[in-house]
């Protein structure tokens, strides 16, 4: 199409932020870090190169996944434990944060709950930033590799990507089957994955990951979760995912709680206050 004359004026508009967010909630990092620091660890789950597997974690304490081996990303879903219908909501967290989460930042909940789930309290890759490509750490712009593309691209069958590896594991967890657990597995918060949009025609992009042996990002659980992670087969996603060809490692998630009285009044936070009269 021909361009506008006024194209250029068009373009030039500045952009508004959708949701200022100076009004959100504020976590008590200061709160929070007092009371890692007097935490004890009570369980651990080695996630496998290209599997996935669950964990809990009760509201008021502490998990933290780390890379052990090597470069790895993972594939984090979290729901409500006492609740499925409640999970992560990566677009709303993108929306109110924007396309990468780190310290201070926080995982919300579908609606109707709209409220904070897990709250990362310390990233050891937050020092990456953004980089010259666009490329940032933690992104919530990705959705999962999946069997589904795989085959629209490439007519593959391979069941190793992360919603089958998450599928299977929420299946296991719950006792029920595959169709079953398969529409609770939703979109993710891609650990340690470093991705962005290219500039010229906005595709979504990953590259290597600077994630190295010993890197970890710890979370406060808000809520009582119930989490899944996968190892995913991209490894450190430096060429490709959803294949055998990357090299993988392991993911290891730890679970800390803390000691009694270390949280204070500390309450977990309330389903959303909208009254959902909707008009009517």
Not at 1 to 13: H, L, N, V, Y
Not at 70 to 97: C, M, T
Not at 240 to 246: I, K, P, V
């Given at each position: 199409?021909?361009?506008?004359?006024?194209?250029?004026?068009?373009?030039?508009?500045k952009?508004?932020?959708?949701?200022?967010?100076?009004?959100?909630?504020?976590?008590?990092?200061?709160?929070?870090?007092?009371?890692?620091?007097?935490?004890?660890?009570t369980?651990?789950?080695?996630?496998?190169p290209?599997?996935?597997?669950?964990?809990?974690?009760?509201?008021?304490?502490?998990?933290?996944?780390?890379?052990?081996?090597?470069?790895?990303?993972?594939?984090?879903?979290?729901?409500?434990?006492?609740?499925?219908?409640?999970?992560?909501?990566?677009?709303?967290?993108?929306?109110?944060?924007?396309?990468?989460?780190?310290?201070?930042?926080?995982?919300?909940?579908?609606?109707?709950?709209?409220?904070?789930?897990?709250?990362?309290?310390?990233?050891?890759?937050?020092?990456?930033?953004?980089?010259?490509?666009?490329?940032?750490?933690?992104?919530?712009i990705?959705?999962?590799?999946?069997?589904?593309?795989?085959?629209?691209?490439?007519?593959?069958?391979?069941?190793?990507?992360?919603?089958?590896?998450?599928?299977?594991?929420?299946?296991?967890?719950?006792?029920?089957?595959?169709?079953?657990?398969?529409?609770?597995?939703?979109?993710?918060?891609?650990?340690?994955?470093?991705?962005?949009?290219?500039?010229?025609?906005?595709?979504?992009?990953?590259?290597?990951?600077?994630?190295?042996?010993?890197?970890y990002?710890?979370?406060?659980?808000?809520?009582?979760?119930?989490?899944?992670?996968?190892?995913?087969?991209?490894?450190?996603?430096?060429?490709?995912?959803?294949?055998?060809?990357?090299?993988?490692?392991?993911?290891?998630?730890?679970?800390?709680?803390?000691?009694?009285?270390?949280?204070?009044?500390?309450q977990?936070?309330?389903?959303?206050?909208y009254?959902?009269?909707?008009?009517?």
């Open positions: 199409m021909t361009q506008p004359a006024d194209a250029a004026e068009r373009r030039a508009i952009p508004v932020i959708c949701y200022p967010n100076e009004t959100l909630p504020v976590p008590d990092l200061e709160l929070y870090r007092s009371a890692r620091a007097t935490a004890i660890k369980g651990e789950v080695l996630i496998q290209r599997e996935a597997d669950t964990f809990r974690v009760p509201a008021g304490n502490f998990f933290r996944i780390s890379s052990v081996e090597g470069p790895q990303v993972g594939d984090l879903n979290l729901w409500n434990a006492d609740d499925i219908s409640e999970r992560f909501y990566p677009g709303k967290s993108r929306a109110l944060h924007g396309t990468h989460l780190t310290t201070g930042e926080r995982m919300w909940t579908s609606f109707p709950g709209l409220r904070p789930m897990a709250t990362i309290i310390d990233d050891s890759l937050d020092w990456y930033g953004i980089d010259e490509f666009g490329g940032s750490v933690h992104d919530v990705g959705t999962r590799c999946d069997p589904y593309t795989g085959n629209l691209l490439s007519g593959s069958q391979y069941h190793h990507c992360c919603h089958s590896n998450l599928t299977r594991a929420l299946a296991d967890e719950l006792g029920v089957s595959l169709q079953e657990a398969e529409p609770h597995v939703h979109d993710v918060l891609n650990v340690f994955m470093c991705t962005g949009f290219t500039r010229d025609t906005g595709q979504y992009f990953m590259k290597a990951s600077p994630v190295r042996p010993g890197d990002i710890e979370f406060f659980a808000e809520i009582n979760l119930l989490g899944a992670m996968s190892a995913c087969p991209g490894g450190d996603c430096s060429a490709e995912h959803s294949s055998d060809t990357a090299a993988c490692y392991p993911m290891l998630v730890e679970m800390f709680a803390p000691a009694e009285g270390a949280l204070g009044n500390w977990s936070p309330p389903l959303n206050g009254d959902r009269s909707h008009g009517r």
